[in-house]
Nanobody, 114 residues
Framework: QVQVVESGGGLAQAGGSLRLSCAAS????????MGWYRQAPGKQRELVAI???????NYVDSVKGRFTISRDNAKNTVYLQMNSLKPEDTAVYYC????????WGQGIQVTVSS
């Protein structure tokens, strides 16, 4: 049974930082592409950052230079370090694991106050 569990969200002030964690089980983590998505109220879910099994990464333009995705294969965990947060980063953030199919976490709220 595959489980994808996010943690670390919450409230931050503009300019502040948060780190999200996502632990995945039931998949061959080191071979899986992991991603962070977000969905703001009234908007479609969008890809924020993605990291492949070989460590290559990609980011949506709006977070480049501010967010960093990383992974620890020994812990089956992917991280999203979010710096210089802006109010427009406010959203529910979802972790996604690709292993034959997409697996989603339950989502975690990130709120950035101005």
């Amino acid at each position: 049974q595959v489980q994808v569990v996010e943690s670390g969200g919450g409230l931050a002030q503009a300019g502040g930082s948060l780190r999200l964690s996502c632990a995945a089980s039931g998949i061959i983590f080191s071979f899986s592409t992991m991603g962070w998505y977000r969905q703001a109220p009234g908007k479609q879910r969008e890809l924020v950052a993605i990291i492949a099994g070989d460590g290559s990464t990609n980011y949506v333009d709006s977070v480049k230079g501010r967010f960093t995705i990383s992974r620890d294969n020994a812990k089956n965990t992917v991280y999203l370090q979010m710096n210089s947060l802006k109010p427009e980063d406010t959203a529910v953030y979802y972790c996604n694991a690709i292993s034959a199919r997409h697996y989603w976490g339950q989502g975690i709220q990130v709120t950035v106050s101005s």
